[in-house]
């Protein structure tokens, strides 16, 4: 059985008063909630106040985005030694917003992926079609080559990943889709990674669903078998939204 994992995707939003003052918010309302994983993934400038404010709590800390190389000449970048120094756990790599704006590819979130296993974060990596490759019957080609390339090579450290399936049609637009949908794109996903490192790791693997889940649509999303969680961007701003998709996930 995977534990579910619910991850708030905070982009870029929120200042650090702001950051501790929602972490102190979502505690309070999931008090008493064990059988969930909750992460909050704030902007970089907020990960020492939001670490302070998690501190004694179930609620973990991601970071949105992480480099390969350890230091050097890489301006704006962060490396995984300074998120573990302030606590991070858990690191978004390949959000769809960073492949549509940032020139992120494949190859450059296989690297990050690697340089976060090594580093001992737990990598969340994103992948999705746009509604262009939907509409064009690419979807299946799209989210398998994602998910190929960006894990190739990670040996035994696969079984540590975390995937996120994000529909870019589905992100921020409103348009969620359907459980069958998501439910046939997460098998996808699973028999993909079944190919890469056998079944029995494959099983172990949560798959997040992305993409405006919101409070009255998580529960029925999450029941599908291969929906192990959420990635949560818009609904996750606020405690009383972000704590009610917990709980549809316990
Ligand atoms: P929304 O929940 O706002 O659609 O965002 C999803 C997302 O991109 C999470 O990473």
């Known amino acids: 059985m995977r534990k579910k994992i619910i991850a708030g995707n905070w982009k870029m939003n929120k200042t650090a008063a ?23 993934c704030p902007p970089f400038t907020d990960l020492k106040d939001a670490a302070a404010a998690c501190a004694g709590s179930s609620v973990m800390l991601g970071a949105q985005n992480v480099h390969w190389e350890a230091s ?8 995984a030694a300074m998120l573990k120094d302030l606590c991070v756990t858990h690191v978004i790599i390949g959000h769809s917003e960073r ?3 940032f020139g992120e590819t494949d190859a450059t979130v296989n690297k990050r992926t690697k340089a976060a296993l090594a580093a001992g974060l737990t990598p969340i990596v994103c992948v999705g079609e746009t509604l262009e ?4 019957g690419q979807m299946e080609s799209v989210v398998v080559r994602q998910t190929k390339l960006g894990l190739a090579d990670l040996g035994a450290d696969l079984a540590k990943i975390v995937v996120a399936y994000e529909p870019v049609w589905a992100i921020g637009t409103g348009r ?28 172990t693997i949560r798959i997040q669903y992305g993409g405006s889940m919101k409070p009255d649509n998580a529960k029925e999303l999450m029941s599908q ?7 949560i961007g818009g609904a996750a701003l606020k405690a009383d939204s972000f704590a009610a998709i917990i709980k549809a996930g316990v």
């Open 18 to 40: 702001e950051a501790a003052a929602l972490i102190a918010g979502i505690k309070k309302e999931i008090e008493g909630v064990t059988t969930v994983e909750v992460v909050v």
């Open 72 to 79: 050097g000449a890489f301006t704006g970048e962060i490396s």
């Open 99 to 101: 492949r549509q704006y």
């Open 133 to 136: 490759e939907r509409d064009g």
């Open 176 to 203: 969620t889709a359907s459980p069958e949908q998501a439910q046939q794109v997460h098998a996808l996903i699973r028999r993909t990674l079944a190919e890469i490192g056998g079944v029995a790791v494959a099983d």
């Open 225 to 231: 078998p291969d929906i192990d969680g959420g990635l």
